[in-house]
């Protein structure tokens, strides 16, 4: 994972790039967070899969006693969805709908208890995917592994300016196909793929200022990735966002940047290049090479997060 300067004004030349036509629309409505945002989802998504996401997003509510109410009354759709009744209809019924969303809070206990459950749940899915898969004709294998090895959420954040640009650039590191060839490959499944505010990942301090580039929540469930400068004027390098996306990703396997993590890090990134060499590397010969880490910053790490510090020299120091 490299480093731009962070308050550059170049943009990634694809932020006209429109969202997959194929992805699922939903505006949700959630009045106790006072939280109105358009959400996307994969087509292959049910209402169960929206239910844990937003327990992700807000986990301080019984997300399994919820009721989504439908705003306009649609031709062959009900005005009510609940856990029990509808866990597993297909989002892409509820397409470019409003939902509006009720769920009683939950005690702190509670909510740890649950955010439990819900990973334990969410690692059976996967196993019993991958079970599934490792049965299919080889051809059929290569779409489920895209539908089950991806990012199954995306959301920019809307109280900042041109959502739809953001949007945009996790729509091209969903469907790049460097990341799409490691996911499929390390049988990686991120349950939601967000933008991180600049003003809350950016700290002052008399050693200079630290900016965390990523974070990645409980091994996969949620991936955040900075993806504008520090003045929102512009979006940071492409190439520099999907280095950070390759970092986080190694941080579904490992939780500690050791020796495992910086290998498999490594590996990942370079997977990343060779799948669109015509990208990222210089092709020499018959190996590839990635580009050169930035200089005047100095990376560090914990606990899932890529933090990098100006210092202000002409070096780097990986920890």
């Excluded at 290569?142 to 090895?149: E, F, G, I, M, V």
């Amino acid at each position: 994972m490299d480093s731009a300067e962070p308050t550059t004004n170049s943009q990634p030349d694809s932020m006209s790039l429109e969202a997959d036509e194929a992805s699922v629309e939903i505006t949700l409505k959630f009045p106790p967070e006072k939280h109105t945002q358009k959400w996307t989802f994969s087509p292959t998504d049910t209402f169960e899969h929206l239910l844990l996401t937003l327990s992700l997003e807000f986990p301080s509510y019984d997300w399994s006693k919820a009721k989504a109410l439908l705003e306009k009354r649609q031709p062959g759709l009900k005005s009510i969805y609940t856990p029990s009744d509808d866990s597993a209809l297909p989002l892409s019924t509820l397409n470019h709908t409003t939902l509006r969303l009720l769920a009683p809070q939950t005690s702190a206990l509670t909510t740890l208890q649950d955010q439990r459950i819900a990973a334990e749940t969410w690692q059976a899915k996967r196993a019993l995917a991958r079970a599934r898969y490792s049965r299919l004709p080889a051809p059929q294998q290569r779409t489920t592994a895209d539908l089950t090895h991806t990012f199954h959420t995306l959301r920019a954040l809307s109280h900042l300016p041109h959502p739809s640009r953001s949007l945009a650039l996790l729509e091209r590191l969903k469907a790049d196909p460097g990341i799409r060839a490691a996911m499929r490959k390390h049988q990686f499944s991120v349950g939601l793929l967000t933008e991180m505010d600049p003003a809350s990942a950016t700290a002052a301090s008399h050693e200079g200022v630290t900016r965390i580039l990523g974070l990645n929540r409980n091994r996969g469930e949620v991936v955040e990735l900075r993806l504008r400068t520090d003045a929102y004027d512009g979006w940071r390098d492409y190439r520099t966002i999907r280095k950070t996306l390759c970092h986080e990703l190694a941080h579904n396997v490992h939780s500690e940047h050791d020796s495992h993590f910086w290998a498999l890090c490594r590996q990942i990134e370079g997977e990343v290049e060779r799948a669109d060499w015509t990208r990222g590397g210089r092709a020499v010969g018959a190996e590839e090479f990635a580009l050169e880490r930035g200089a005047g910053e100095e990376w560090e790490g914990g606990g899932g997060n890529a933090v990098v510090h100006d210092t202000g020299g002409s070096g780097n120091c990986l920890k």
